[in-house]
């Protein structure tokens, strides 16, 4: 239980960081090429400066096109991660469920000894509760709250998908430079 609650107090901090990574490179693209007329790190305007601004992209691809080419690819990536996983955005924070049940038996189970709570004296409900999540498996995933609901997803392939991409946006803007 408590792996998955600093699993999860991890996850957040990483996608916090990739999100404020992505920022950065917006802002070292401003820096180098003034690509937003009056915009600063202090200035009113500062939030324009982001790699899916459009005024951003507008002025980003007149001189360097095959960057943007780059983030028009990854275009629907940045967008969820701005929706799904930007922990500075107002959204529900990423989820590490301690375990999951996978297999009709094991919701018995957990439902079974669960039920020893609503009649048990209370300083026994955590011991119920442990008992409990141990007949259910630990599966390695993130749970993200969306418009459409809950979404699963295991979080070795989210992370090295997730990192790859912004690898290669990263690169992209270093090459440029």
Known sequence: MYEATECAIHLNAYYLNLCGALDNLAWVLQYEWQLLAD?????KRRHECRLRGAEFRTALKSKHSELVSVLDQHDNWIKELANLRDPA??????YVP???????????????????AEVSPVDRLIEIRLEAQAAIDFVPCMVLSTPQGWVLRPIHAQVRSDH?????????VVEEL
């Open 39 to 43: 915009v600063k790190e202090d200035g």
């Open 89 to 94: 955005a107002h959204r529900v924070p990423i």
């Open 98 to 116: 301690p375990a999951i049940a996978t297999s009709q038996e094991q919701v018995g189970e957990f439902h079974r000894i669960m039920a020893q």
């Open 164 to 172: 790859d991409k912004y690898l290669t946006i990263a690169s992209a």
